[in-house]
Structure formats: structure tokens, C-alpha cells
């Protein structure tokens, strides 16, 4: 694919790439936004795609690119939410997460408390060779996609205790996954589990979150076992995400029986 059309039905500005056959946009997850999309011509328009989200909630965010036939390339990713609904990506805090890599990139993105609720764009850009300038750009390889977010306090988990977080105003850098180094036990269990972690002085935080990406517990005293309660929570799968010191990711499941 060497040339696109950018057709866009709002007042956003056009950005994407010119040519995108050997560096695309794979897929991205982003708490329950989860699109495949391939190669795209430069310029995917994804806004009919739109998953709610709560104002103050982290959610997980996966970047992965694709390469069609050729080999792996290094890629830059930024990402922006149009968080006051004014039509562009230039307010303060609205640039979410950014990072750079061969292969799926991973954070964890807290939205903010104070956002308006509604309906709005985000906007993924993906670059060979070095990050987009800004989020207007026309670069040479690379692709962009846009989707919809939609902000509320309403909610299918609204019942479940859903830890508030501050959100990075300068936005999350992304990395590449480790393998797993911790063990969760028992699984499936009935509410009271165990995460080990092999090098518990290289883990910074563990997260318990719901199918959704949205955070339920925080775990930031590390030890090599560390036991977690959920009491009263409603059976099903829950990630536990360990974020190390150096802002890489680690995510297995666990099984709620009850």
C-alpha cells in the first residue's frame, strides 16, 4: 500500500502514513476496545468502534504493530484522547502514552477524575524510523487508526470496589512485555489467592483488575509472596498485572469460583 485517502467526518486534522504495506497497525487493546485491524492503507477509521470507560479508572493498554512480509522494524507509538471534546489532541494531558519497540508495547492508563462525560475520538499513530511529531502528521511509513471513547459513571461493574487513580498528565511510556516471572496459586480458587514473585526488589506494583482493565487492588508493598483478598466479588477471570521498576508488564489470569 503505497498511498491513502484520510476521510474524516468531523473537524479533526488528517494524520497517517504513506506508505504502510511493511509497517501497519496489527491491533490494540485498551481496557474493552480490542480491534484487529491489519493493514490499513496509512489511515484506519475505527470511531463506530466505542467502549466505555470511567473517569478516574486505569485500564491496560496493548499496542501491536505489523510487518506484512517484511522484517520486524522498530516503531514509534503515541496515542491521544480528545479528553475536553474540542475537536483536536493539543490540550494539556491529552497525549496518554507513548513508547517504542518491535513487538506489542503495554501500560497501564488512568483516566482522569475530572474529564466531561460523553462521547469522544482517540487517536493511535504508529511511525517507522521515530515517534509522530504530533498528531496532524503525514509521515512516510507508519499508519494511523481513530476510535471512539465513552466516558461515564454508569456501568456494568459499578458494584465492584474500583480503586481511583491519578492520571499522568505527561503521559505513560509503553514497553515491550516480560515473560512472566511470578506464579499465581491457588487457581481457580474461591476468593483468597497467592502471587509469588521471584525478584520481589524488581516489582514496583501489582494490580488486580477486572476483565475490563479497571483496577480493584493495588498492591505497592512487595513481597516475594503476597496474598490477595476478594471477598465478596462476583466469580469469573481477573488479570493480575505486575509492573516492574523499569515500566515494563507482566499479566496472568485468575479464576473467581463461586
Known sequence: TCSFDVIVNSNYCPSGGQNSAGSYIKSITFGLLVNSSGDDGGYGNYTHICKKMIPGHSYVLHLTPGFGNEKPAMVYWKVWVDYNMDDDYNDPGEMIAYGHGASTLSGIVTIPS???LGETRMRVAMKK???PTGPCEIFDYGETEDYCLGFST????????VENRVADNDGVELFEAQQSTFEVYPNP????????VKDAQRVKTIYIMTKDGSTIRTLDDI???NQVHLKNMPGGTYLVVVRYIDGTLSTQQVLIQN
Open 114 to 116: 475530572s474529564i466531561p
Open 129 to 131: 524510523g521515530s515517534y
Open 154 to 161: 454508569l456501568f456494568k461493574d459499578d458494584d465492584l470496589p
Open 189 to 196: 480458587t474461591q476468593q483468597i489467592f497467592n502471587v509469588e
Open 223 to 225: 513481597r516475594t509472596i
